[in-house]
């Protein structure tokens, strides 16, 4: 990697956000309440940090919200009466977020994904935060919405990570929670 001139060297973003709580005296958990709805350079994280600014909150900013995860139930006796089930879709699990007029897509691990959906972020404009199933349209999984199924996680998988969705592939592929 040094002969190739591709030698990066990283810091995992816990890290960075501990280093800016500690060199501020500020509260990590506060910093990390609205670290993922701020995009660099942080202006504005920096201008709290600093003592130039409000301190930015999620009533502002399209922050990522942790996920409840579900867990086994331990020794504990249940009606399945009292209990409805769903389809188990193969996608991804996001997060939707629309906050004064910004709308965020967030992955299960809080990467901001919006770049690679950007029709999902387009149709969400109601305040609020959705938790949901991200998919393609397709036929591999049944039908999912009255205008086909879900794709394969594979076809959804094409679409992940990218920064730039081309006309082609938002046509061929649309994404829907």
Same mark, same amino acid.
């Given at each position: 990697?040094?002969?190739t001139?591709a030698?990066?060297i990283g810091v995992? *973003?816990r890290?960075a956000?501990t280093?800016?709580? #500690?060199a501020? &005296?500020?509260?990590v958990?506060a910093?990390?309440? @609205?670290?993922?709805?701020?995009a ?15 301190q930015?909150?999620s &009533? =502002?900013v399209?922050v ?5 995860l579900a867990?086994?139930?331990?020794d504990?006796? %249940?009606?399945l009466a ?7 879709w193969?996608?991804?699990r %996001?997060?939707? @977020?629309?906050? &004064?007029? #910004?709308? $965020?897509l967030?992955?299960r691990?809080g990467d =901001?994904?919006t770049?690679s959906?950007p029709?999902?972020?387009r149709d ?5 935060v959705? =938790?949901g199933?991200?998919? %393609?349209k +397709?036929d *591999?999984? +049944?039908? /999912?919405t009255?205008?086909?199924g879900?794709?394969?996680?594979? /076809?959804?998988q094409? $679409?992940l990570?990218?920064k730039?969705v081309s *006309?082609?592939?938002?046509?061929e592929?649309?994404?829907f929670?």
């Amino acid at each position: 990697k040094m002969a190739t001139g591709a030698l990066r060297i990283g810091v995992s *973003a816990r890290l960075a956000k501990t280093a800016l709580a #500690q060199a501020f &005296a500020l509260d990590v958990e506060a910093v990390e309440e @609205v670290w993922h709805g701020i995009a660099p350079p942080y202006t504005a994280l920096f201008d709290w940090a600093e003592g130039r600014g409000d301190q930015p909150t999620s &009533a =502002d900013v399209p922050v990522f919200r942790p996920f409840m995860l579900a867990h086994p139930l331990e020794d504990l006796r %249940v009606d399945l009466a009292d209990y409805a089930a769903e389809w188990k879709w193969d996608g991804i699990r %996001v997060q939707l @977020v629309h906050v &004064a007029g #910004q709308t $965020r897509l967030y992955s299960r691990t809080g990467d =901001d994904i919006t770049a690679s959906f950007p029709e999902v972020a387009r149709d969400f404009a109601t305040a609020g935060v959705l =938790d949901g199933e991200l998919m %393609v349209k +397709g036929d *591999a999984q +049944g039908a /999912a919405t009255e205008e086909g199924g879900a794709a394969s996680f594979n /076809a959804l998988q094409q $679409r992940l990570g990218r920064k730039v969705v081309s *006309a082609k592939m938002l046509a061929e592929a649309p994404a829907f929670v």
